[in-house]
C-alpha cells in the first residue's frame, strides 16, 4: 500500500507515495531497463562484434560502469525525496556543493523527453507489425516484398501518425494514474508477461535446429574477432541499457522507501537487464542460424531480416506475432520511464495535477515525435546541419538520436558519477547505498575514479567516430 514520507530530514515535507515492495521497485527499473536496447539492439550488436567475446566484454562493463551509476542514481532520488533537478540541488546544498550540479538531471530529463519522441516512433513500428505477423503477411516472403513492407510502412506519414499516436496515449494512460494506480499496477503485470513471452520465444527457437549453435555464438569466446571499437561499443551500450543518464533512475528512486538496499536491488537490477539481452539473443540467433541469414545484419535485423524467416517457418505467423507484441510490451515499459521525470517535475512545479501534466508532457512529446516521422519521409532530404561535415545527411530523426546517445546521455551520466563519488559525503554514500565493508569500498572507487573516465572515453569517442 502507498505510504506516506515524513522525511524532514530530507528537507521534504510533503506526503509522497513509495513502493509498496522492493519487487515492484525492482520490477519498475527492470522495465525500464528492459527495452528496444535489449530486444532489438543487443542481438545485432553482438552479431556485429563476434558473439561471445562481445558479451563477456559487455558483463563486464555493465559491473563496472552500469551498476555503480544505477546506484548513485538511485541514491540522488531516495535523498532528494523530488524531482531529479530539485533532488541533485537540495543533495549539493547538505554537502555544500554548488546547485550549478543538477545540470546533470537538467540535461538528463531533456534527454528522456527527446528521446521518447522518436522512441515513440519506433515503438509503433513494433505495433504495427504485430498486424502484419497475425494476418500472415509474413508467410511466403521474399526479400522484396519484406523489405517493401517496411518501406511502405516508413513512407507512409499518416500509417506512422496513427501508430505513434496509439503507442504515446497507451504511455500517458499509465504514467498519469500515479504511482500505485499506474507505473507500479503496469509493471506487475507487463514485466511477468515480458518474460513468459521471451522464454516461449526461446522454447520455439530450440526447436529450430540451431539453438547450440546460438549458444556457442553468444558463449564461446573468440577474441580474435573483438576489436578496440566493439569493446567500446560494449561499454557505451552497458551504460546506455540501465537507463542511465536520462534522469530515470533518479526518479524511480524518489519514491524509494528506506529499507531498501540500493546496492543489492541494483546488483538485482543489472542481472536481470542482462539475462533479458541474452535471452533475447537466444530467441533470436537459432531463428537466424536456421534461416541463413546475416547475424550482424544491423538495425534490419528485426524489421527486415526476422520477418522474412517468420515466413519461412513453421508456425512463422504465430511467432512472428508473438515476438513482436513481446518488443511492444518491452517499448511500453521503457516509455513509461521515459516520461515519468518530466511528468513528475511538472507535477511538482505547476498545479495541474498528475493527470494534467502527464497529458501536458505526453502531448509535446507526441508533437515532436511527428518531426522524427516527417524526417523519414516527407522531410527525408531536409538535413539541418549538412553545411558540418560530420552531420552531412543526417535528417532530423538522425539528430535527435545522435545527441541524445552520443552528448546528453554520457554527459549526465558522468556528470553524476563525479558528484556522487566527490562532493557527496563518504559517510552519508555508506549508510545509504547499503554495502558494507570491501563492497563499499570497491563501489565509491569505481564510482569516483574508474566510471568517470570509463564514460568520459565513450563520450570522446562517440564525438570522434
Not at 507489425?129 to 499518416?158: E, K, Q, R
Not at 544491423?298 to 507484441?325: D, E, K, R, W
Not at 515525435?369 to 543526417?394: C, H, Q, Y
Request: glycine share 12%; net charge neutral; aromatic share 12%.
Amino acid at each position: 500500500m502507498t505510504q506516506s514520507n515524513p522525511s524532514a530530514a530530507n528537507g521534504d515535507t510533503s506526503s509522497r507515495g513509495l513502493w509498496s515492495s522492493r519487487l515492484a521497485f525492482i520490477l519498475a527499473v527492470t522495465g525500464s531497463s528492459v527495452g528496444l536496447g535489449n530486444v532489438w539492439k543487443f542481438p545485432y550488436i553482438t552479431g556485429e562484434n563476434g558473439g561471445g567475446a562481445f558479451v563477456l566484454v559487455y558483463l563486464a562493463c555493465i559491473a563496472v560502469i552500469g551498476i555503480p551509476i544505477l546506484m548513485a542514481e538511485v541514491f540522488l532520488g531516495r535523498n532528494g525525496r523530488h524531482n531529479p533537478i530539485t533532488s541533485m540541488r537540495l543533495v549539493a546544498e547538505r554537502n555544500l556543493a554548488s546547485p550549478l550540479w543538477r545540470v546533470s538531471a537538467i540535461v538528463g530529463m531533456i534527454a528522456a523527453f527527446v528521446i521518447l519522441s522518436f522512441y515513440s516512433v519506433i515503438g509503433g513500428w513494433a505495433a504495427a507489425y504485430i498486424g502484419h505477423g497475425a494476418t500472415g503477411d509474413f508467410v511466403g516472403g521474399n526479400p522484396d516484398t519484406i523489405n517493401a513492407m517496411f518501406g511502405n510502412l516508413l513512407a507512409s506519414p499518416g500509417e506512422l501518425l496513427l501508430w505513434h499516436s496509439l503507442f504515446m496515449a497507451l504511455v500517458v494512460l499509465v504514467v498519469s494514474r500515479g504511482l500505485k494506480k499506474g507505473l507500479e499496477r503496469s509493471v506487475t503485470i507487463l514485466m511477468p508477461a515480458l518474460f513468459v513471452l521471451l522464454l516461449v520465444a526461446v522454447g520455439y527457437a530450440t526447436t529450430t535446429g540451431h539453438f547450440g549453435e546460438a549458444v556457442t555464438f553468444l558463449f564461446k569466446p573468440d577474441f580474435g574477432k573483438l576489436s578496440i571499437n566493439g569493446v567500446l561499443i560494449a561499454l557505451g551500450h552497458a551504460f546506455f541499457t540501465l537507463s542511465l543518464g536520462m534522469a530515470i533512475m533518479m526518479a524511480y528512486g524518489s519514491y524509494l522507501g528506506r529499507d531498501v538496499s540500493i546496492g543489492r536491488t541494483a546488483v538485482i537490477v543489472g542481472v536481470t537487464d542482462t539475462l533479458v539481452a541474452l535471452l533475447a539473443g537466444l530467441a533470436i540467433f537459432p531463428v537466424v542460424f536456421a534461416n541463413n541469414l546475416e547475424a550482424g545484419a544491423g538495425p534490419g535485423l528485426i524489421f527486415q531480416t526476422l520477418p522474412l524467416a517468420f515466413g519461412q517457418m513453421p508456425m512463422g505467423s504465430v511467432f512472428g506475432t508473438l515476438f513482436f507484441v513481446l518488443l511492444v510490451f518491452a517499448a511500453w515499459t521503457s516509455a513509461i520511464s521515459l516520461l515519468e521525470p518530466v511528468v513528475e517535475w511538472v507535477e511538482e512545479k505547476t498545479t495541474l495535477g498528475r493527470s494534467g501534466s502527464a497529458m501536458l508532457v505526453g502531448f509535446l512529446c507526441w508533437a515532436l515525435g511527428i518531426v522524427s516521422i516527417l524526417s523519414l519521409n516527407l522531410w527525408s532530404d531536409v538535413t539541418p546541419l549538412a553545411m558540418f561535415e560530420r552531420f552531412e545527411g543526417k535528417t532530423f530523426f538522425d539528430l535527435m538520436d545522435y545527441f541524445t546517445a552520443n552528448v546528453m546521455l554520457p554527459l549526465s551520466g558522468m556528470l553524476t558519477a563525479l558528484f556522487v563519488g566527490w562532493c557527496v559525503a563518504r559517510e552519508s554514500l555508506k549508510k545509504d547505498v547499503g554495502l558494507d565493508g570491501k563492497l563499499f569500498g570497491v563501489w565509491y572507487g569505481l564510482t569516483r575514479y574508474v566510471t568517470p573516465v570509463a564514460v568520459a572515453v565513450v563520450f570522446v569517442y562517440n564525438l570522434l567516430s
